[in-house]
């Protein structure tokens, strides 16, 4: 048995691991880099990057489809399923190269592979080939797509996202499992590329959404758009001659049997905290098995072990994944000096069309924090100029305000390029500003952003009831 010792050890060398790495390299300290799969991060073999290849893929499709309405017409558009997914596999493996490409600069002596298990709190056992003493531990283990036991056993047509992007062709048809972010990014783009898909939604919630209003919004825009089954439950999946026959039921109706090449399962992340000894480790963990930390610092109580990523269970994207590796490793290298790292504003994107985002506080998390202290404003992107200007005007925005303080406090909308306009608005909310102070900002004409000019006007005028609203100016041309 190999022994090790080293001042931090970082188990997992996906975004938050390789993060947490070089900020406690950056304070002086031997660090060694535990990694038991593929080196690659989530993020560039399986996650935003292959679905976002797939996504542009499906945007050049339906942009194709859609130039008729604006009288440009080509000839009749043909989809070959072996391009698009040969070009998907190619630049996977390029982003996925840029990855390994920084894992050979790390020095050989600084990363090893295996699976580690806590031994004690300062001790991991990696397989049956090293023990590693480390003063101090970074838990960065990432997470993995939920199988439901029963299905695994249906065999290989059953997948997970991160099977997708390993196809060779597109199938003729596909059965999605999950209405969260990937399920409906996965779905909307399959579509799009001429593949039959299903939805299967066990409630009517979309994506990251809590507002009901952009709910309902969202709920009509998408289901007209793509075979969304709500309120449905997946009573089982067999499998047939060249098929998988799957039984469903919609609500209080009568069972329905289909047939699909592929079923996708898209019902959520589960952290990669099971296997890791954590009982060895003297450290709290909830109902879940997930450690117990604070969200500033990322430790465990008050041990010498951090934990980042989608290991937490937090909120699992990449850039906190990054943020949070950052602050771990660094309070890892500092220890017992530890400090609060900087938390920004929570903003989560799903890229279908339209794109779907929150940031800041959400409408849910405001009934609960904020019960009868907060306002809200509004905009359709309906009648928005710009949107209409696009054939684009599909969606809604809200944004909320806190009464009394006029401070801005997030929102959560369904619209055209909504990934440009929620960084807007996030900046604006980590920045702390008010609703005045951002009306008061520039807006050009005619752009999108006018639309969020729009909602704020609705804002603050409900954070100010007393107020009277302030009369359009006669030049005023739609969207302004």
């Known amino acids: 048995m190999n022994t090790i010792r080293v001042d931090v050890a970082v188990i997992g060398a996906g975004t938050a691991g390789l993060s947490a790495y070089r900020a406690a390299r950056m304070r002086g300290k031997r660090v060694l880099l535990i990694e038991n799969g593929h080196y690659g991060t989530t993020c560039a073999r399986v996650g935003c990057m292959p679905s976002k290849l797939l996504i542009a893929a499906s945007d050049m499709a339906h942009g194709i489809a859609a130039a008729p309405a604006f009288g440009v017409f080509s000839g009749v558009a043909r989809i070959d399923g072996a391009a698009v997914m040969a070009r998907v596999r190619s630049e996977r493996d390029r982003f996925v190269a840029?990855?390994?490409?920084?894992?050979?600069?790390?020095?050989?002596?600084?990363?090893?592979?295996g699976h580690a298990r806590f031994a004690g709190p300062h001790e991991l056992r990696v397989d049956q080939h090293s023990t590693?003493?480390?003063?101090?531990?970074?838990?960065?283990?990432g997470s993995t797509a939920l199988m439901p036991q029963e299905w695994t056993q249906v065999g290989e047509r059953v997948i997970s996202s991160?099977?997708?992007?390993?196809?060779?062709?597109?199938?003729?048809?596909v059965a999605v499992i999950g209405s969260g972010v990937i399920g409906l990014e996965l779905g909307q783009a399959l579509h799009r590329l001429g593949v039959r898909v299903s939805i299967f939604a066990r409630s009517s919630r979309l994506a990251q959404l809590s507002d009901p209003v952009v709910l309902q919004s969202a709920d009509r825009i998408l289901a007209s758009q793509l075979d969304i089954r709500f309120q449905t439950q997946v009573l089982g999946i067999v499998r047939g001659d060249a098929e998988l026959v799957l039984t469903s039921r919609e609500g209080a109706k009568r069972e329905r049997v289909e047939r699909f090449n592929y079923v996708l399962v898209a019902v959520g992340r589960c952290p990669n905290v099971q296997d890791l000894g954590l009982g060895l480790a003297q450290i709290a963990i909830d109902g879940c098995g997930v450690p117990?930390?604070?969200?500033?610092?990322?430790?465990?109580?008050?041990?010498?072990?951090?934990?980042?990523?989608?290991?937490?269970?937090?909120?699992?994207?990449?850039?906190?994944?990054?943020?949070?590796?950052?602050?771990?490793?660094?309070?890892?290298g500092r220890y017992p000096d530890v400090v609060a790292g900087l938390r920004r504003t929570p903003l989560t994107i799903a890229f279908t069309d339209p794109q779907i985002a929150t940031l800041g506080a959400s409408y849910k998390d405001l009934c609960r924090t904020h019960a009868a202290r907060f306002g809200i404003g509004s905009l359709s992107f309906e009648t928005q100029g710009r949107s209409r200007v696009m054939r684009q005007n599909h969606g809604l925005l809200r944004v909320y305000g806190e009464l009394g303080t006029d401070l801005f406090l997030g929102a959560e909308m369904i619209g055209p390029r909504a990934e440009h306009l929620s960084h807007l608005l996030a900046w604006a909310c980590q920045a702390r500003m008010t609703v005045t102070a951002m009306l008061d900002m520039p807006y050009y004409h005619?752009?999108?952003?006018?639309?969020?000019?729009?909602?704020?006007?609705?804002?603050?005028?409900?954070?100010?009831?007393?107020?009277?609203?302030?009369?359009?100016?006669?030049?005023c041309t739609p969207g302004t």
């Open 162 to 173: 991160d099977d997708v992007f390993d196809w060779a062709d597109l199938p003729a048809s």
């Open 98 to 113: 840029y990855v390994l490409e920084g894992m050979d600069k790390i020095p050989a002596q600084d990363k090893i592979q």
């Open 446 to 475: 005619p752009v999108l952003e006018e639309g969020v000019r729009s909602a704020l006007r609705d804002l603050a005028a409900n954070l100010e009831p007393q107020a009277v609203a302030p009369e359009p100016c006669p030049d």
């Open 132 to 141: 590693i003493h480390a003063e101090r531990i970074v838990i960065a283990t």
């Open 292 to 332: 117990l930390y604070n969200k500033q610092t990322m430790q465990c109580g008050d041990s010498a072990i951090f934990i980042a990523g989608d290991a937490n269970d937090e909120h699992p994207v990449q850039p906190e994944a990054a943020d949070q590796g950052r602050i771990a490793g660094d309070n890892a």
